[in-house]
């Protein structure tokens, strides 16, 4: 497995792979890079993949020539020195240079079975076009166009994004196929904790300078508390995560009721499991673009953060567009949608306040981590068989989810 990202390192993504492996009655040798903040703890608990990890050392980061020869060096020594020739390729990212040394590799080994895991889209990446620089971007973009044309397996996280690879690539639109993020549910405390006082909304993980800021949850507490003075102390947001946009602390500061807005620091990520459970409700604000605004019609994002929530069983309130995969998830639960519209939060946090929002938390199901790992193995092994059981993977992943979606339709 050649990925940039992966356990014990910390990151949403690093996270996600982990998440979505260690179910898979397989064994995985995987070239990653070494960073920092990592959790040991993570590669203490208990799987049914095992995984031989061999870091690389790398000078910077994905987005440097030097660092990307660095990780293929590295990555083409570890492939040499296995004892024997593996049963099939995987890469993923974020970041893409790791699906570049798939490519490589499978040049070199054209009968090796490969299965490509993106994280997200790739050339239609939203942010890019808001981003003053942005190194090897159409290195990336060439890498995923080849990538989607050569690889024998691709999967996505969402609906959206695959749709958008099909029509980015139609050759290849019956080699893509979609398995969910997941939460893994023995990794939370039990039996959960109660949730503090008083009543908190909770935001974790990284804020972004665009389209994933806290501004506008801050404009719509103090619009609320306008409007109904009565909740004065009743409630607080709390943020929880290393990373605040300078602007984001400049529109707290100007608050009228900042005092009902806290900025924490970030918690390694299964403390963020158990720090979850102690929420009334979880904040996710998911990459709001906007028609008029920014030309942009849906999202193609599905936070990984999303499924970890759906795990603590809390309400949420998403922050998000009316057409993302986010608010697909936030109506199974017949949940209220909030846009950047800080009147449209203030509406729905004080549906919130008031208990009016009931949470269908079985729809999570869908997104427990056995599921995701028996999906994921099935579309190894179906890579591992050929084109003909590639062909049949879709109707197979049904078949695998078909009880779930039963179950969930009755209740």
Not at 158 to 174: K, L, M, Y
Not at 210 to 229: G, I, M, N, T, W
């Amino acid at each position: 497995m050649v990925s940039w990202l992966f356990a014990p390192y910390t990151g949403s993504a690093d996270i996600d792979l982990f998440k979505r492996l260690h179910r898979c009655e397989l064994d995985f040798v995987v070239v990653q890079a070494r960073r920092e903040k990592r959790d040991l703890r993570l590669l203490q608990i208990p799987t049914s993949a095992t995984f031989e990890r061999h870091e690389v050392l790398v000078p910077a980061g994905p987005r440097t020539r030097a660092a990307r020869d660095a990780f293929s060096r590295g990555a083409h020594e570890a492939f040499a020195r296995l004892s024997a020739r593996p049963d099939f390729m995987l890469s993923h990212s974020n970041e893409v240079p790791s699906h570049r040394v798939a490519l490589e590799l499978k040049r070199l080994y054209p009968q090796l079975p490969w299965v490509a895991y993106f994280g997200d889209v790739v050339s239609r990446n939203l942010y890019v076009p808001l981003m003053r620089d942005f190194p090897l971007f159409e290195e990336d973009c060439e890498t995923e166009a080849r990538t989607l044309a050569l690889a024998d397996l691709v999967i996505c996280n969402n609906e959206v994004q695959r749709r958008w690879f099909c029509e980015q690539c139609p050759d290849a639109a019956a080699r893509i196929v979609t398995v969910a993020h997941c939460f893994e549910s023995r990794w939370y405390p039990s039996p959960s904790v109660p949730p503090e006082s008083p009543f908190t909304f909770m935001h974790l993980g990284a804020l972004y300078p665009f389209k994933r800021r806290a501004e506008p949850l801050l404009q719509a507490v103090d619009l609320l508390l306008e409007v109904y003075p009565r909740l004065i102390g009743t409630f607080r947001v709390v943020f929880v995560g290393d990373e605040v946009p300078d602007d984001d602390l400049v529109a707290w500061r100007a608050m009228r009721h900042r005092n009902h807005v806290e900025f924490r620091p970030g918690v390694p990520y299964l403390e963020s499991l158990a720090l979850m459970q102690r929420a009334h409700a979880l904040v996710i604000i998911d990459g709001v673009f906007d028609r008029t605004r920014d030309g942009v019609v849906e999202s193609p994002y599905l936070p990984g953060k999303l499924a970890d929530y759906l795990g603590a069983h809390r309400p949420i309130l998403a922050v998000t567009m009316e057409q993302s995969p986010t608010a697909e998830v936030l109506r199974a639960r017949g949940e209220p949608i909030a846009t950047d519209d800080p009147e449209r939060i203030a509406f729905v946090m004080k549906r919130h306040l008031d208990g009016r929002v009931s949470s269908r938390h079985h729809t999570a199901t869908r997104y427990r981590a056995e599921l995701a790992g028996a999906s994921m193995e099935l579309c190894f092994r179906a890579a591992m068989s050929g084109a003909v059981a590639i062909g049949e993977l879709p109707r197979l992943l049904r078949r695998l989810t078909q009880p779930i979606e039963e179950a969930i339709a009755c209740t």
